[in-house]
């Protein structure tokens, strides 16, 4: 149980561009959704917090117009990277938590290249 | 003073010994402790969760709870060198559902 997807796995986009990043939990309702970041050799770095219906919390430093957060269902988070630059070339990980669970379950991740 | 702190890798272990890995926080009121393994290019994958002090074994792993010390370990018994990877403490702060995570210490495990 618990398992969590993302979608794609990896993208590579020209800068400029937006990329849309799904995450979906796939056997139970994810109350809540977490999205992070991770540069190589570095730890996560939590970027918002998505609760279904609700708007996104962002975390200090980042940019709520720059990373666009939908939660607009119980199963479905999606983060959409906007006018994406070099800079923004990561690992993207949501992770998703049920209804009076704390554990939190990690999607596969999605590598973004922005050229 | 960083929320949760782990001992600085990387550690390195010999089949078939224990990998004993460390991690401390600074907020008292944290409730949850989770232990996550990341192996290089993947995302983290969840090892074991542990609410009270004392020890929760499963398997060949076994997390060591101390909230009075404000510690919590890892231990990783018989290691193989499939056990060569990342190992993230997280701890779950009171009154949220956000984990802070340790910076991780990575581990080799010699064949």
């Known amino acids: 149980g618990a398992v969590v997807s993302q979608h794609p796995s990896r993208v590579i986009c020209k800068s400029g561009t937006s990329v849309k990043i799904e995450c979906r939990s796939l056997d139970f309702q994810a109350t809540t959704m977490f999205w992070y970041r991770q540069f190589p050799k570095q730890s996560l770095m939590l970027m918002a917090t998505s609760n279904e219906g609700s708007k996104a919390t962002y975390e200090q430093g980042v940019e709520k117009d720059k990373f666009l957060i939908n939660h607009a269902s119980l199963t479905l988070s999606t983060l959409t990277v906007t006018s994406a630059h070099p800079e923004d070339s990561s690992f993207y990980i949501c992770?998703?938590?049920?209804?009076?669970?704390?554990?939190?379950?990690f999607g596969p991740g999605t590598r973004l290249l922005v050229l | 003073q960083k929320e949760v702190e782990q001992n600085s890798g990387p550690l390195s272990v010999p089949e078939g010994a224990i990998a004993s890995l460390n991690c401390t926080y600074s907020?008292?009121?944290?409730?949850?402790f989770f232990w996550y393994r990341q192996y290089s290019g993947k995302s983290p994958e969840l090892i074991m969760f542990i609410y009270s002090n004392g020890d929760k074994e499963d398997g060949r792993f076994t997390a060591q709870l101390n909230k009075a010390s404000q510690y919590v370990s890892l231990l990783i018994r018989d290691s193989q060198p499939s056990d060569s990877a990342t190992y993230l403490c997280?701890?779950?702060?009171?009154?949220?559902?956000?984990?802070?995570f340790g910076a991780g210490t990575t581990v080799t495990v010699r064949a």
């Open positions: 907020d008292r009121g944290s409730q949850s």
């Open positions: 992770s998703a938590r049920g209804s009076g669970r704390e554990t939190q379950y």
């Open positions: 997280a701890v779950n702060l009171a009154n949220d559902y956000k984990l802070s």
